[in-house]
Antibody
Framework: QVQLQQSGAELVKPGSSVKMSCKAS????????IYWIKQRPGQGLEWIGR????????NYNEKFKGKATFTVDKSSSTAYMQLSSLTPEDTAVYYC????????????WGQGTLVTVSS | DIQMTQSPASLSASLEEIVTITCQAS??????LAWYQQKPGKSPQLLIY???SLADGVPSRFSGSRSGTQYSLKISRLQVEDIGIYYC?????????FGGGTKLELK
């Protein structure tokens, strides 16, 4: 069955960076894009962007350009998102989700990674 | 960016009641609309895609419809397990955007 397993919670200091992972299993990793979605505590969902594991193609929400960087390791079917220059506003749960290369929706989600930015 | 205005923000309903949640798109998105349910501490779960198609394993009491740029999610007979927060999502153009959410509670 399709699974997206995300890395554990992180407590990081303002101004630092964090890199989280999303390990895919149960399907051909390069056949679908990996999307990243932000959810601040008690808030709604924000589309950060996506990466195509096969092509390395990336698309970022303008709001997150310079903040988020997507990479993949095809050998381990793992996608990564690095967030830089962290501020308290980056405190959130970050989800990875599997989605299409074009337009569509998310039938499969990771369990989320909580990032807490605090000194 | 396309704005998705979801209403109501919160809703209290009784068991077996009919519940309707709406999303108004700021521009034409065709049928590129999905609905998700999220329970506390859990990831969102896809309910409806392509405006009207039911995702795998989703009970038939859930349905989706469209009138112009207004989209609706209907729960025909509310059950206890339907309690949670509901989000719409447009996939017509990037960045894909979500509605602000509707918190559904039991009366």
């Amino acid at each position: 069955q399709v699974q997206l397993q995300q890395s554990g919670a992180e407590l990081v200091k303002p101004g630092s960076s964090v890199k989280m992972s999303c390990k895919a299993s149960g399907y051909t990793f390069t056949s679908y894009y990996i999307y990243w979605i932000k959810q601040r505590p008690g808030q709604g969902l924000e589309w950060i962007g996506r990466i195509g594991p096969g092509s390395g193609d990336t698309n970022y929400n303008e709001k997150f350009k310079g903040k988020a960087t997507f990479t993949v390791d095809k050998s381990s079917s793992t996608a990564y998102m690095q967030l830089s220059s962290l501020t308290p506003e980056d405190t959130a749960v970050y989800y990875c989700a599997r989605g299409p290369a074009t337009r569509g929706w998310f039938a499969y989600w990771g369990q989320g990674t909580l990032v807490t930015v605090s000194s | 960016d396309i704005q998705m205005t979801q209403s109501p923000a919160s809703l209290s309903a009784s068991l077996e009641e009919i519940v309707t949640i709406t999303c108004q798109a700021s521009q034409n998105i065709g049928n590129w609309l999905a609905w998700y349910q999220q329970k506390p501490g859990k990831s969102p779960q896809l309910l409806i895609y392509g405006t009207t198609s039911l995702a795998d394993g989703v009970p038939s009491r859930f349905s989706g419809s469209r009138s112009g740029t207004q989209y609706s999610l209907k729960i025909s007979r509310l059950q206890v397990e339907d309690i949670g927060i509901y989000y719409c999502q447009q996939a017509s153009s990037t960045p894909w955007t979500f509605g602000g959410g509707t918190k559904l509670e039991l009366k």
